[in-house]
């Protein structure tokens, strides 16, 4: 595994850890200043840390949230630019970790920026 693949993946788990802690302000950190979102289910686009920052508190405030965990399949790192392709999995099950409530798949693209990988973006597709 290469130091930028194992760079992201360790920036992926510490978003899903501020998911489940509710830690909305160790989510900015980890998005790029005009990220962009796609939802899974009506496929809103949120575009820039600010506005994706303001959702998360708004849903960590929710006291019938769920919590949405991330995995990993593959890091795709590019050899001409300081960019990544990541695929994977997603679920978001209530904050008792009981079964899954929803479920797809995502693709995130990745950027080095002053020696941090940042998301730049995040497709999201609810399957189940």
Known sequence: MSAAE???????????RAIAK???AAIGPI???D????????????AGRMAQVKVWRREFA???RMVYLRTSESVT???????AMEHGRW???ATDG?????????????????????IEAEVFVTLG
């Open 62 to 64: 929710d006291a019938g």
């Open 35 to 46: 990220c962009v979102m796609i939802t899974g289910s009506d496929s809103a686009v949120i």
């Open 91 to 93: 679920k978001g099950a």
């Open 31 to 33: 998005l790029a200043r």
């Open 77 to 83: 790192v590019s050899p001409v630019e300081p960019i």
């Open 6 to 16: 194992l760079a992201i993946r360790t920036r992926r788990a510490a978003f899903n």
């Open 98 to 118: 009981e079964a899954a409530l929803a479920s797809g798949t995502y693709a995130a693209k990745w950027r080095e920026v002053a020696g941090d990988w940042v």
């Open 22 to 24: 509710g830690d909305a």
